[in-house]
Nanobody, 116 residues
Framework: QVQLVESGGDLVQAGGSLRLSCAAS????????MGWYRQAPGKQRELVARITSGGVTNYADTVKGRFTISRDNAKNTVYLQMNSLKPEDTAVYYCNAARVGPENYWGQGTQVTVSS
């Protein structure tokens, strides 16, 4: 079991930046991958960015070049740096921890709202 707590969501103008944090209650090193997902009203939850235990990253096409995922194993924290935000980035952002087993854990989410 692991608890994930997201923070950093806010209301920001288009073109602005935010950094989301996901703090885990225990070591994240044992998870195969940590990820950020988002869900906008009326839409399905979608992958935004993912980072493996080896540091390999992948991104949704819609955020490539604007968002950066990183992890600090010493702090058991995963970050999502979001730049050049657009109104279509508005959503609840969720942190995910996944391990082969399968094990899948979710945080409670943090709201990001981008005004035009």
């Amino acid at each position: 079991q692991v608890q994930l707590v997201e923070s950093g969501g806010d209301l920001v103008q288009a073109g602005g930046s935010l950094r989301l944090s996901c703090a885990a209650s225990r070591s994240i090193f044992s998870f195969n991958a940590m990820g950020w997902y988002r869900q906008a009203p009326g839409k399905q939850r979608e992958l935004v960015a993912r980072i493996t235990s080896g540091g390999v990253t992948n991104y949704a096409d819609t955020v490539k070049g604007r968002f950066t995922i990183s992890r600090d194993n010493a702090k058991n924290t995963v970050y999502l740096q979001m730049n050049s935000l657009k109104p279509e980035d508005t959503a609840v952002y969720y942190c995910n921890a996944a391990r082969v087993g399968p094990e899948n854990y979710w945080g409670q989410g943090t709201q990001v709202t981008v005004s035009s």
